[in-house]
């Protein structure tokens, strides 16, 4: 079993920037990929970023060069750093991991809104 605590939503104007912290715990060892999901209201469930434990990362396309992924393999934590922000964005974020037997788990999800 792995949990996932996430921190740093919040609400920001179109412009802004936020950081987004998903801390893992439990069977730590068996996390392959972390990342950042997000759903707005009436949509679907979207990746948004992941970063495998070796470092390699991949982005939605709209969110390439304003967001980026990273990850502290000793604090077991992924951090998603989210600059020049509109409202299209705004959604609540999701942190993911991936172990190595193919299971997802998923964190309570955090509140991203971008308004003026």
């Known amino acids: 079993q792995v949990q996932l605590v996430e921190s740093g939503g919040g609400l920001v104007q179109p412009g802004g920037s936020l950081r987004l912290s998903c801390r893992a715990s439990?069977?730590?060892?068996?996390?392959?990929?972390m990342g950042w999901y997000r759903q707005a209201p009436e949509k679907q469930r979207e990746l948004c970023a992941t970063v495998t434990d070796g470092g390699s990362t991949n982005y939605l396309h709209s969110v390439r060069g304003r967001f980026t992924i990273s990850r502290d393999n000793a604090e077991n934590t992924v951090y998603l750093q989210m600059n020049s922000l509109s409202p299209e964005d705004t959604a609540v974020y999701y942190c993911?991991?991936?172990?190595?037997?193919?299971?997802?788990?998923w964190g309570q999800g955090t509140q991203v809104t971008v308004s003026s």
């Open positions: 993911n991991a991936l172990t190595d037997d193919g299971r997802h788990y």
């Open positions: 439990g069977t730590i060892f068996r996390i392959y990929n």
